[in-house]
């Protein structure tokens, strides 16, 4: 069996109705039982208080930002090479989701930037290249409604997609190009010395986890709304030239 | 029962706000999107199928 075949849109919608309903199960769990342990039993932390709890909505949500663009170029440039329509349509299924991520990202970074930092906003290289990534968002769903033949909008939101990426890159790496600026390097490494504490990493994980599960339940929603809107624009377009 | 926030209550309530508020409005727009194009489909093949059937 090959993963080509999930591209068969009726394949996709027969796989994917069998999913959904576990993957958005799975999804509650985890973030219910994430928030929960992080909001409530956790304590606060020496420098920060108890906005450390923002961690569990700030953090989960810009890796999905930025993950959600990755996965939208790896899509689009599925649709540029072999022409898969599902691999066009669950790109731009992704998009509004990818949004929402990057709006709460800035959002819950601003809450928190004003006490912390003493301003909502600054123009740091990784705030930037972050709200830059947020108006590419806003440019590509406007782009796939702008453009009326469907195969045409996919190849070029599949451009503005990989351009986009290097914005998305930079504004997971910003901070290690250029050492300056307010926001603090990342919240998880592999080097013990810099991880956040043992008591807030689990279930920072479990909000990690329950952001993933969301995104994949959603992209797969979404994606089938959209392979059923294309089919009834056929059937609608045949019935028009019947 | 909510944890003592202290001076920071207000900024971590609203944070919490504001991302359910987000994630509540693109499910519940992604069902609705969902629910609708799907009871157009249905109708267009039903009217497809009766008139070819």
């Known amino acids: ?242 | 029962m909510i944890p003592d926030l202290g001076k920071y209550a207000g900024v971590v309530m609203w944070s919490y706000i504001a991302t359910i508020a987000l994630i509540a409005a693109l499910v519940v727009l992604s069902l609705w999107q969902g629910a609708k194009v799907k009871r157009q489909l249905r109708e267009v093949e039903e009217r497809q199928g009766r008139d070819h059937g």
């Open chain 1, 1 to 242: 069996m090959s993963i080509w075949e999930y591209a068969n849109p009726k394949r996709f919608m027969q796989t994917s109705g069998l999913l959904l309903p576990w993957v958005t199960g799975l999804t509650l769990a985890c973030l219910v039982a994430g928030l929960i342990w992080g909001f409530f039993l956790t304590p606060d932390a020496d420098k920060f208080g108890s906005t450390v709890k923002i961690i569990y909505l700030h953090v989960p949500a810009a890796m999905m930002a930025i993950s959600a663009w990755a996965m939208m170029v790896v899509t689009s440039i599925i649709w540029l090479v072999r022409r898969h329509h599902v691999s066009a349509l669950s790109a731009k299924a992704a998009a509004p989701i990818g949004l929402t991520f990057t709006l709460i990202g800035l959002v819950t970074g601003a809450i928190w930037g004003q006490p912390m930092w003493g301003t909502w906003w600054a123009w740091d290289p990784r705030l930037t290249s972050f709200l830059i990534l947020a108006l590419f968002y806003l440019g590509y769903i406007a782009l796939w409604s702008a453009v009326e033949n469907p195969d045409t909008a996919a190849d070029l939101t599949s451009v503005l997609a990989i351009v986009g990426s290097v914005f998305a890159f930079l504004s997971r790496y910003a901070v290690l190009f250029w050492n300056q600026g307010l926001h603090q390097g990342a919240t998880l490494s592999l080097d013990k010395e810099e991880n956040i504490s043992d008591v807030y990493w689990l279930p920072l994980l479990l909000c990690i986890a329950g952001f993933v599960l969301l995104f994949v339940a959603l992209v797969l929603l979404r994606t089938r709304t959209e392979i059923r809107a294309r089919r009834l624009s056929a059937l609608l377009a045949r019935e028009r030239l019947a």
